[in-house]
Every structure is written in structure tokens, then in C-alpha cells.
Nanobody
Framework: QVQLVESGGGLVQTGGSLRLSCVASGGTFSTYAMHWFRQAPGTEREFVAAISGSGPARYYRDSVRGRATISRDNNGNTVYLQMNSLKPEDTAVYYC??????????????????WGKGTLVTVSS
């Protein structure tokens, strides 16, 4: 059983930056591809970014590409999401998630087996 705990959300002005963190426990971290999803009020949960188990492969949704960077520290069992040039439409609860090994990147939330409780990002205009 994998446990995921996110942190780093908060209130930021348009154009600002945040770094989200997700600490994992209960599994061999490097065997999991790690994902970030987000969900705004009244909308479906959507894929934001993902990184392969060893780190070289990274994927982003189009609306955050160039503004977001996903990275991981396999020694610290942590995945990060650096978000820059934030926009009001980035306001959402951000969730860390993963699927059971073998490590694979899945952009559908239905494909995830483990979720954190989320961290709220609010971008004011």
C-alpha cells in the first residue's frame, strides 16, 4: 500500500509561482511513475504532469507546458511540481497519484491506484 502526502499549495497572485511536493511511503518509489492531477470546483479531475520511475520521461498537459516542471528525488521519495506564471485557471486542488508497477505513465485518473488527499492552489487575479 502506497501513501501519498501533498504539500505546498496556497494563495498566489497571477504570475506567481508555487512548488508542490508529494512524499510517498509504503513502496519502492523508483518503481512508480508519478503523476499530478488537478480538479477545479464543478469540473472533472484532469491530468497535469507525469514523470517516469527513473525520471527521464516527462509529460505535461498542453495548458501547463512551458510553465510547469515535474521532477523527482528517488532518494527522498518525493515528487515535485514547480508551477510558474500561474493563472487564475490554474486554481484547483492538486493531487499526487500513481499506479501499481510496472511503472507506466497514464493520463487518465481512472488509471491511478493511489491518491493523496490533495493540496489547494488558489491563483488570484
Amino acid at each position: 500500500q502506497v501513501q501519498l502526502v501533498e504539500s505546498g499549495g496556497g494563495l498566489v497572485q497571477t504570475g506567481g509561482s508555487l512548488r508542490l511536493s508529494c512524499v510517498a511511503s509504503g513502496g519502492t518509489f523508483s518503481t512508480y511513475a508519478m503523476h499530478w492531477f488537478r480538479q477545479a470546483p464543478g469540473t472533472e479531475r484532469e491530468f497535469v504532469a507525469a514523470i517516469s520511475g527513473s525520471g527521464p520521461a516527462r509529460y505535461y498537459r498542453d495548458s501547463v507546458r512551458g510553465r510547469a516542471t515535474i521532477s523527482r528525488d528517488n532518494n527522498g521519495n518525493t515528487v515535485y511540481l514547480q508551477m510558474n506564471s500561474l493563472k487564475p485557471e490554474d486554481t484547483a486542488v492538486y493531487y499526487c497519484a500513481t499506479a501499481r508497477p510496472p511503472a507506466r505513465i497514464i493520463t487518465r485518473p481512472e488509471g491511478m491506484d493511489y491518491w493523496g488527499k490533495g493540496t489547494l492552489v488558489t491563483v488570484s487575479s
